[in-house]
């Protein structure tokens, strides 16, 4: 096809390529720089090819590989399984790398692109760079309706691709090849700003990405995109100083924030000088060593004891890069000083100004830096350190006793948690997202480095664990990667392993099966529901019920097929000696273990938000309801 490119300035250096060729060369020439460190900002491109995009921007792919322009970088290209899988690897890769590198995913038009926006909606909420390239409908519109089309009466303009629009922190489509020039370079503003970052969706029409154009060669120079560290303003940081100085018991709360700031050396220096213990979220865990004097680990729902005593009481709340989700602040019940008040540091002021804080917009280290240093002399009373040390003390009893109940006839996950934390280094990596596992690891975790734990709990997304450690493992190669799942989380995105093992990549896959769901199967119950749905069971043909025998899959065995070596063990003690052949071997390898769907699991000593049916038939539910009412007593705007 040939295109018009009567606009386009005369004069300059330009060079012909079809906007996919364009995108390719301008990606790979793209870097980040914090902190006078400076790194390619993409490490490669995810795709899955179709019609929409394998003669576009697969053709630029194919080109950059095998005859690449003068001069031209590479843009490495991986074939995954699933498009939503491959967002979720891209994820933790930007996640594993402190948001300062990404990938980008190419899907083609139509399921291919819609099946990315889970793992669009995830990067948004976990605020995390990825760069979705979703392929689009013509925009000449000639031979309308194209395959897989979406078509609105309302507006010939719609596509599915507008599904990305709430989902995305950026979002584009390029209806003509110059309109590449200004997308991309906002794109990239956004996917590097610590504040906005998320997914950023450049959509392109399936004509488009092989139209040809004259482009300023002035495009595809390196561009170098510096990660800011804002620093709080003075006045925002005194008002902050003077709350922190007049409370008798403070508790920080370190969200992700602080990981991907780099602050935990900051944090540290922070607690040492004043004492105030640290709590932490799931995105938090390890920001601090759990070692340390001041750390009281998990806060929240699904927190600790010790944290969970000291939010309670606590008159000041500091909270350093969290967006205070419902399981950090137990669906408002946690924080029960009527005096409370909230100072927030964060990089996002939406974030920052939560539960009426006293906000200071700002990078973690830097406002952790600057908030030690005006603190003075600030620190708090030895009775209060005391009780910090007291109740830290008594829930690593609780800890070890989960670690080690020798559960029968059937381990207790805890238990399997234990072997895992004591058999991992600090340098490697495990990874969790969904089921009744990371409510237990936020609990019982023992961080010692900021990137050991990788909890994904902003989208809590079931499927996000397996790609997930390959996305880890291509950003830290020589750490262990340990990927925990459920037997419904494997059930529902297991494909990735495919790719994991075609690109020679080693990971460990610690599968729990307990034929079900522990997570929703407990929930259910506690709010009167009778685990209804949540077992996986063969429909009994005289019930009509879903409440026959286990369901004879053979999960081991998939994983198997999918070209994992797989061990499947019974009893703790096989787990390890499976683990460490495992941490041993170089090939991927899933390790098989039945564990007790009834836990136990550590003690709860926070509540959650979920609504019980007002009125009802069932007796069980009707109990539920009165109890919620109770726990509904204790919720409390923070005004
Ligand atoms: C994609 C997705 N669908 C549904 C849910 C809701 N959900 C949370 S946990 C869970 C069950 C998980 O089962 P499994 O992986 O076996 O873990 P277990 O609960 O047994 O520990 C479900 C359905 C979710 N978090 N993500
Ligand atoms: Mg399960």
């Excluded at 819609?114 to 948004?124: E, F, K, R, S, V």
């Excluded at 979703?134 to 979406?150: E, G, K, M, N, Y």
């Excluded at 209060?384 to 381990?411: I, M, Q």
Aim: glycine residues 8%; aromatic residues 8%.
């Amino acid at each position: 096809m040939s295109k018009d490119t009567t606009n386009a300035p005369v004069g300059q250096d330009r060079v012909r390529l079809t906007v996919g060729q364009a995108l390719v060369r301008f990606l790979a020439n793209q870097y980040s720089e914090r902190d006078g460190q400076e790194q390619k900002l993409f490490a490669g491109v995810f795709g899955i090819f179709g019609h929409g995009n394998v003669a576009g921007l697969g053709q630029a792919l194919l080109q950059n590989e095998v005859e690449p322009a003068q001069g031209e970088d590479r843009l490495k290209y991986y074939l995954a399984r699933n498009e939503q899988g491959m967002v979720h690897a891209a994820v933790s890769y930007a996640r594993t790398k402190n948001r300062l590198q990404a990938f980008a995913c190419t899907a083609s038009i139509g399921p291919g692109s819609t099946n990315m926006i889970t793992g669009a909606a995830l990067a948004t909420i976990d605020r995390v760079p990825v760069l979705i390239l979703p392929s689009d409908i013509f925009a000449t519109r000639l031979p309308d309706p194209v395959l897989q089309q979406l078509e609105d009466p309302r507006s010939l303009d719609i596509s599915v691709n507008d599904a990305f629009k709430p989902v995305s922190r950026f979002w584009d489509r390029i209806n003509r090849p110059e309109q590449l020039i200004p997308s991309a370079l906002g794109a990239m503003r956004v996917l590097t700003d610590p504040a906005e970052t998320g997914a950023v969706t450049i959509c392109l029409p399936q004509d488009v990405q092989a139209e040809a154009y004259d482009w300023p060669l002035e495009f595809f120079r390196k561009r170098v995109w510096h990660v800011a560290r804002p620093v709080p303003e003075p006045a925002a940081l005194a008002r902050a100083v003077a709350v922190i100085a007049s409370a008798k018991k403070p508790l920080l709360i370190a969200g992700g924030g602080v990981i991907y700031s780099e602050a935990s050396a900051a944090l540290t220096a922070f607690a040492d000088a004043t004492g105030i213990p640290v709590a932490d979220t799931q995105a938090g865990k390890g920001a601090i060593s759990f070692e340390h004097p001041a750390s009281v680990g998990g806060v929240g729902s699904t927190g600790n004891d010790a944290a969970n005593a000291l939010a309670a009481e606590a008159d000041v709340v500091i909270g350093v890069g969290t967006r205070y989700s419902d399981f950090t602040t137990a669906s408002h019940t946690a924080f029960r000083n009527p005096g409370v008040r909230f100072v927030n540091l964060n990089v996002l002021a939406f974030d920052a100004a939560k539960n009426s804080a006293e906000m200071v917009v700002t990078d973690a280290r830097a406002g952790l830096e600057a908030l030690t240093a005006a603190l003075g002399d600030y620190r708090v009373q030895d009775t209060y350190s005391h009780r910090v040390a007291g109740l830290v003390a008594a829930w690593a009893k609780v800890t070890d006793e989960c670690f080690h109940r020798n559960n029968r006839p059937l381990p207790a996950q805890t238990e399997v948690f234990g072997a895992l934390n004591e058999l991992m280094g600090d340098d490697d990596i495990v990874i969790n997202a969904a089921g009744s596992m990371p409510g237990d690891l936020q609990a019982l975790w023992r961080a010692r480095t900021p990137k050991q734990y990788h909890l994904e709990y902003g989208y809590s997304c079931m499927g996000y664990e397996i790609p997930a450690a390959m996305g880890a493992k291509l950003a830290a190669p020589d750490s262990e990667v340990v990927a925990i799942v459920g037997d419904g989380t494997y059930q529902m995105l297991p494909q990735e392993i495919a790719t994991i093992v075609s690109e020679n990549l080693k990971v460990i896959i610690v599968l729990l099966q307990n034929h079900g769901f522990a997570s929703i199967g407990g929930l259910s119950e506690s709010r009167g529901s009778q685990r209804f749905g949540t077992n996986y069971r063969m429909r009994d043909n005289d019930s009509d019920r879903l409440d026959g025998a286990h369901v004879p899959l053979d999960l081991a065995g998939s994983a198997r097929s999918f070209g994992a070596d797989v061990f499947e063990v019974h009893t703790i003690g096989e787990f390890r000696d499976a683990y460490k052949l495992a941490a041993a071997s170089t090939r991927t390898t899933l390790i098989y273990i039945e564990t007790d769907l009834y836990g136990p699991n550590p003690p709860a000593s926070a509540w959650w938000d979920v609504p019980v049916s007002q009125t009802a038939r069932l007796e069980s539910t009707q109990q539920a309801h009165i109890e919620y009412l109770q726990n509904k007593k204790d919720q409390r705007h923070h005004l």
